[in-house]
């Protein structure tokens, strides 16, 4: 198993792509902290991946926060002895036009896309250094980050961060063996966006792969950037879009 003996942590991991990487991790061999802000989606997804043989903990909390961030990291070294791999899946998406977008949308926009990613790798790396064994960091930008979509730029603009700022931290982790990347998911389908019935028809048309990905596709490129066979890749930005970005169709 690619990731036996190793401690993984995902936030936003409740359902969806952040669900979907938790799960593959355990079931390739690392223990799991699975954080969701909503603490039924947390223990039921933990309770799934438990009833698959994986080793699993359920942390339900405010990703945003960085107390709450703080203590994740010491229970996960509490209850598997280590850390290893970050994926900071946690996010939000509220779409608004820019001149009605009001600031309480943008500061919880802001807190968790880029606050809680900044201080979850912040203290996840602080560990790994003092471990003195590497890691990997992933952060979970978007399609957006690199081209422009209807009523996100709040949205839009914390994506692009993240990708800068994987690039900048090269830097101050790779001294420490730590690598980090991002990978940016184009259309995806999951339980939120399967609620319109539309979706599927119009990225399906839209999308030179002729589909959205699935929770799969996103999950391949997030364990390849995080196993210990990729260490050397850091720094970096995966788009996983189906060929979208290429194009850049908007959805109509």
Not at 26 to 38: H, K, P
Not at 127 to 151: D, T
Not at 226 to 235: D, F, K, L, M, N
Request: glycine residues 10%; proline residues 5%.
């Amino acid at each position: 198993m690619i990731f036996q003996t190793q401690t993984a942590i995902v936030t936003g991991a409740g359902q969806g792509i952040g669900f979907a990487i938790a799960r593959r991790l355990a079931r390739e061999g690392a223990s799991v902290l699975l954080n969701d802000l909503d603490e039924t989606l947390a223990r039921q997804a933990a309770d799934a991946i438990q009833g698959e043989g994986g080793r699993c903990l359920a942390w339900p909390g405010d990703a945003s926060d960085v107390s709450f961030i703080r203590q994740m990291i010491r229970r996960a070294v509490e209850e598997f002895g280590r850390l290893d791999i970050v994926v900071a899946n946690a996010g939000i998406t509220i779409f608004g036009d820019f001149f009605d977008y009001q600031p309480e949308a943008f500061e919880k926009v802001m807190n968790l896309n880029l606050r809680g990613s900044f201080f979850l790798t912040q203290t996840a790396a602080r560990q790994m250094r003092e471990q003195g064994q590497g890691g990997s960091i992933l952060l979970m930008s978007s399609v957006v980050g690199h081209q422009a979509h209807p009523g996100l730029a709040a949205y839009a603009m914390t994506k692009a961060a993240l990708e800068m700022l994987a690039k900048n931290l090269v830097l101050d982790l790779s001294p420490h063996g730590i690598s980090i990347n991002a990978v940016a998911p184009g259309a995806t389908q999951t339980e939120r966006t399967l609620d319109d019935p539309s979706y599927i028809p119009i990225w399906s048309k839209i999308t030179p792969m002729g589909r959205p990905a699935t929770v799969d596709d996103i999950t391949n490129a997030a364990l390849f950037l995080v196993a210990p066979q990729s260490r050397h890749i850091t720094g970096q930005s995966l788009v996983v879009d189906g060929g979208w970005t290429s194009v850049s169709p908007p959805p109509v």
